[in-house]
């Protein structure tokens, strides 16, 4: 019996250790992660927080809604809506605060700082461009939340830093910079379709790759790209070079990770590394 006892121990612990490899870090604040329990029967319920589809994931008789927290949540009540075959019912959570830091750059092109009328239309179709990219929300295969760093480097904690280019107050930072040398290749964390590619004024040459169920990544300033909107990337795979396009005070690359298109912590992925 004690044998018995043990093995299920064993096996308890295995399946606990799988479950904390195989997703993020949870952190339920603003930029973070909320792993929530929701009702769903042999198929998954459709989760919405905000007006965007979170990922669920199965756990043993569990449903988890895998949900990403803008970095503008105020903290308090947050409420999902969770649809299933019965009908709507509303789930709520709580998020946290927490307070980032302040950044001060110098850059040396002051129209990256203040654009000119031609420069602020091209900003405009490009935030369309990006947040088109950014909402993905497919389904295909199983839901994969595990993620690899894309580069080796110094990693910063930027990520919802307040921003101030030359003095201007501008929108927080909602990806993580890794300092790496010009050329250095940028590897897809995870397979995936890339969705957006292309010159962007603010990113210089970027990239967004759609994992499924609403995870998406970016990847900007890249001195070059090895892929093109609509191939299917694998994980691993080089994608491009690190650079220094765009608004940037030196080579680096810029990674952001977006949950049902609010841009999350990038480090809740690379903790275990």
Not at 221 to 240: E, P, T
Request: proline fraction near 7%.
């Amino acid at each position: 019996m004690n044998g018995f006892r043990l093995l299920l121990a064993s096996l308890a612990l295995a399946a606990s250790a799988a479950f904390a490899t195989d997703l993020p870090r949870e952190s339920r604040v603003p930029g973070g992660i909320a792993f929530i329990d929701v009702t769903g029967g042999t198929s998954p319920p459709r989760v919405v927080y905000g007006e965007h589809q979170t990922a669920v994931i199965r756990r043993d008789d569990r449903w988890i809604a895998v949900v990403g927290i803008p970095l503008a949540t105020k903290p308090g009540a947050q409420t999902l809506q969770v649809y299933t075959g019965t009908g709507k019912h509303d789930v709520p959570f709580n998020v946290t605060d927490k307070q980032y830091r302040t950044q001060k750059l110098t850059i040396k092109n002051q129209r990256q700082v203040d654009p000119n009328p031609d420069d602020l239309k091209r900003i405009a179709s490009e935030q369309e461009r990006s947040s088109a990219a950014l909402s993905k929300f497919t389904t295909t295969g199983m839901p994969s939340l595990t993620l690899l760093s894309p580069v080796p480097g110094v990693r910063s904690d930027s990520y919802g830093s307040r921003r101030i280019f030359n003095g201007q107050p501008r929108n927080p930072h909602t990806g993580m910079d890794i300092a790496a040398p010009t050329g250095t290749p940028i590897k897809s964390p995870a397979a995936g379709s890339v969705v957006e590619a292309g010159d962007f004024f603010f990113n210089g040459n970027t990239l967004y790759i759609d994992h499924g169920y609403g995870l998406v990544t970016m990847y900007c300033h890249l001195d070059s790209l090895a892929v093109k909107a609509g191939d299917a990337v694998q994980a691993g795979q080089v994608i491009g070079k690190v650079g220094a396009t765009g608004r940037v005070t030196g080579p680096h690359l810029h990674w952001g990770v977006a949950l049902n298109r609010a841009m999350v912590d990038p480090g809740l992925f690379l903790g275990g590394e």
